[in-house]
């Protein structure tokens, strides 16, 4: 099985807080940490510790972040030949507050903002022999397209995780294999106003909304709302939660997990990535999972 995530790359800088600073409030931090993140790495490094074979595409700097997350998704056995290295681009840098069993982030794009079309039209080929595609919006929203548009017209599966929130045409939706929002990103693709069954079961077993420590929710073709319920957790920092949700989840649905299965699978995945500090540190194998099942 061969996934492809076309996205960010991210060196996260956080801070911990006592509690969420209110508007023109100063607030001491307890502690200053760098950890690799960034959207599409994290969902990359999620699939490759649950095993699958995983190719990561996008942009970096030459500065030391740069080579410390390049050197990093290696590590966590992330194929990286297709990561262009840009020499005028700092490295995407994240400014990330956690506390109150929450968090708060800033992205500062740097070289994700060069994932641009012609990035994807001089990798899109590459993409031809996976199994599936994997998208975030930390890149421009034109290579987003872009790329659906091409999966679409060659036949490849392809999941956007809508985050951070932008809007998403209705016909790009149509071309989408599984779309995962959440709430907040729900609201604003869907409109508030729409009565979520119903939207679950317009879109089924392609619309998957997160919801958190709430777990997730999916309308199947048979008609049912499949609510996965909350999963109990230490929670040490949710950074990371949702992109090992998205990046489990891929995982199972391309080894012919049924859709209940590889939410149920995601949800675990999840809250187990909370129990530990930074968005990939807590990311789980295979067996921790199931065991955890
Ligand atoms: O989803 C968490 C990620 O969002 C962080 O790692 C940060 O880099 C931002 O992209």
Known sequence: MKLAVVG???????????????????LLGES????PGGKGANQAVAMAKLGAEVWMFGCV????????????LAEQGVH???IQILEKEPTGLALITVGENDNMIIVV????????VDYAQ???SKLDDFDMVILQHEIPLETVEYVVNYCAEKGIKVTLNPAPAAKVSEELIEKLTYITPNELETGLIFGKEKNINTLLQKYPEKLIITRGAQGAVVGLKNKEIFQIPANRVDVVDTTGAGDTFNGAFCVRIAKGDTMKD?????????????????AQAGMPTEEEVLSRI
């Open 8 to 26: 960010s790359i991210n060196m996260d800088m956080t801070v911990c807080v006592e509690r969420m600073p209110k508007k023109g409030e100063t």
């Open 32 to 35: 200053l940490r760098y950890a």
């Open 61 to 72: 700097g030459t500065d030391s972040n740069g080579k410390a997350v390049l050197g990093n």
């Open 80 to 82: 990286t030949d297709y």
């Open 109 to 116: 794009s740097g070289a994700n903002a060069k994932v641009d």
């Open 122 to 124: 001089s990798i899109c």
């Open 262 to 278: 590889a939410l149920r699978f995601a949800n675990i995945a999840a809250g187990l990535s909370t129990e530990k500090f930074g």
